[in-house]
């Protein structure tokens, strides 16, 4: 909850702050252009998430000298991928005209190409972050990873904050941001040291053979930052290129505010990912069947009660929360909200094969189902219903994405159809009675 509080926080405070000290043009070429580097956080092959999971199946059988061997080796890859993304990002920056592609007027193209850089360099240094988070998830800690990696975004933000506040620009605000994310990945660090000491940085445990181990799962799950990145970034860019930087600022926040009914289901995800992947390890099929059902309910359960929330609250926060300058678009929200419950309910489902490293044939089917049919069909839709067809096409790839993911998670669990539908239609009712019993237990 932590975890989420923090990003629901920076979600909501980022959009006055920006607005008020920079302006709506300002801002928006600041989305578009931090969309971009977005990009490069797909530079680690998706090595550092799938060495997170394989050293959690091999620490739940006890193979701690395995899962160091994956551990030394991704890190090794990360540093590789890292210096050559840098030289990549330096020369994209120095050659490519990118303010005058995107059509931006208020950042010059001295502080468009350091802005760019300062970002890549954030997004390479959160690599180590990434990879860390695997030694809380291997001493069952993966809360305390939660926390810290939430505080790392805190600090990130409060960076880039405190530079826009004291009238800094871009420039300023991207070297915040990347001061904030050295600092985080630190703190990082010391904690990883604490719960997995055994599981330290060097070469001496890395080998080829583990990489060529991961490269499969690695690269299917490249996919999916590459899919969400295209979907939330992404979107931005076609906005921007298909109705002017002026109506970003406007889609930007609406959506922001759309995406808090999304929470629930991303503080399940992330907690049972861990849980699932150690209940494979163990061989419990039973207990791995019955956390992907029951996330699920908790998952669809928890979106509903705050899409309906978000539906009633927001009118009226977003006059506040934006000073003014940004008005409600109705149909556009209502269509933002409706991707906000569907995806809660595919989701939950996502974390089987993830979690197992079982993802190879999903993996293509979401790039092109929720990364590339939204963004072509959002700039075709753009000139006949304007905004409000960026928020259909992002519905219509919920809805596909949805279909096919629950499928594949009913195959992977051997859980029946009829099993999951009951789950889901189901108020989790018996949970929060136990759960009040609990903290009525353990009340002093």
Known sequence: MFSQSVLVFIRVAEVPLMLAFWGTQLYG????????????????????????????????????????????????????????????????????????????????????????????????????????????WVSGRYPAGMYLIAFAHLLEFLGLGLAVILGGGPVQAAGGYLGGRILGTVLMWVGQRRVSPWLRHGFAHASLSELRHLTVPAFASLAFPMGNALNIQGMRLVVGLALGPAAVAIFTPLRTLSRLAMQPKQIITLLVEPELAMAHGQGNEGLFRSLFLKSCQIAAWGS??????????????????????????????????????????????????????????IAIIFIISYGIVPLSAAYLLAGFLGLSGMGLALVVAELGTSIYMVNEALRLTQASFLDWIKGVCRPPLDLISRTLAMCRRNAP
């Open 304 to 361: 509903l009660a705050a899409s309906a929330v978000v539906l009633i609250g927001g009118p009226f926060v977003l006059p506040y929360w934006t000073a003014g300058k940004i008005e409600m678009h109705w149909p556009l929200f209502i269509l933002l909200l409706g991707t906000a419950f569907i995806n809660g309910i595919w989701h939950a489902a996502l974390r089987v094969p993830l979690a197992t490293n079982r993802h190879e044939k």
């Open 29 to 136: 070429e600041w989305l578009m252009l931090a969309a971009i580097p977005t990009y490069f956080s797909i530079g680690d092959g998706g090595f550092a998430v799938a060495a997170c999971r394989d050293m959690t199946m091999k620490s739940g059988t006890g193979d701690r000298n395995g899962a160091l061997a994956v551990f030394q080796s991704t890190w090794l890859l990360l540093l590789t991928v890292s210096f050559v993304a840098s030289l990549l990002a330096y020369g994209f920056a120095e050659w490519a005209p990118l303010g005058r592609w995107l059509g931006f007027s208020a950042m010059t193209a001295a502080d468009t190409q350091t802005v760019l850089l300062l970002l890549v360099i954030q997004v390479l240094v959160g690599f180590q972050g990434g990879l860390l988070d695997g030694g809380f």
